[in-house]
């Protein structure tokens, strides 16, 4: 299981009770977009980060994870834009995509993300690929992969059978 050093919190709001006990190894990814960005939740989430040593992105919001000064940022996979390409990037600047399908990760690619987070491996939704689709999928592109959606701690042993070098999720770190 040490193969899979990248953890991903998926979370929709700071709460410093609910994020202290985390392992240092999980990074953060706010992804709300349900509301418009509160600025001042951003800076505290991002100085909480910091103190306890997380690494933390900001979802849909490129500019924005520049200005604030945040580790990277997440393009999920309905974003179809290639302007964050236009900004220049701190030199640590992680871009992280999410994909469902092979258009979309040659989509991702084109937007040069750093990891594709393929999804759902395990969670039945509209997007379920299982294990075996998630496999042929993720042999499609050169870039390293981080397994996404229903990810539970009966199931994370399946993950040594990919090649993913991590894995997302909300469920596994409540």
Do not use: W
Request: hydrophobic share 35%.
């Amino acid at each position: 299981m040490h193969r899979l050093q990248k953890k991903y919190y998926f979370i929709k709001n700071f709460n410093a009770t609910e994020l202290k006990n985390l392992n240092p190894n999980t990074a953060l990814i706010y992804r709300n977009y349900e509301k418009k960005p509160n600025i001042t939740e951003l800076l505290e989430l991002k100085n909480f980060c910091k103190k306890k040593g997380f690494k933390v992105y900001l979802s849909n919001h490129f500019q924005l994870a520049i200005k604030l000064g945040f580790d990277g940022a997440y393009i999920p996979s309905f974003n179809k834009s290639h302007d964050h390409l236009n900004f220049s990037l701190k030199r640590n600047f992680t871009i992280l995509g999410s994909a469902h399908n092979i258009k979309e990760i040659r989509l991702k690619e084109s937007q040069k993300v750093n990891f594709i987070f393929i999804s759902s491996i395990f969670k039945k939704n509209k997007n379920y690929l299982g294990l075996y689709k998630y496999l042929n999928l993720e042999k499609l592109s050169k870039k390293k992969t981080i397994a996404l959606g229903g990810i539970s701690k009966k199931n994370i042993k399946a993950l040594t059978l990919t090649s993913c070098v991590g894995f997302a999720g909300i469920g596994y770190f409540k």
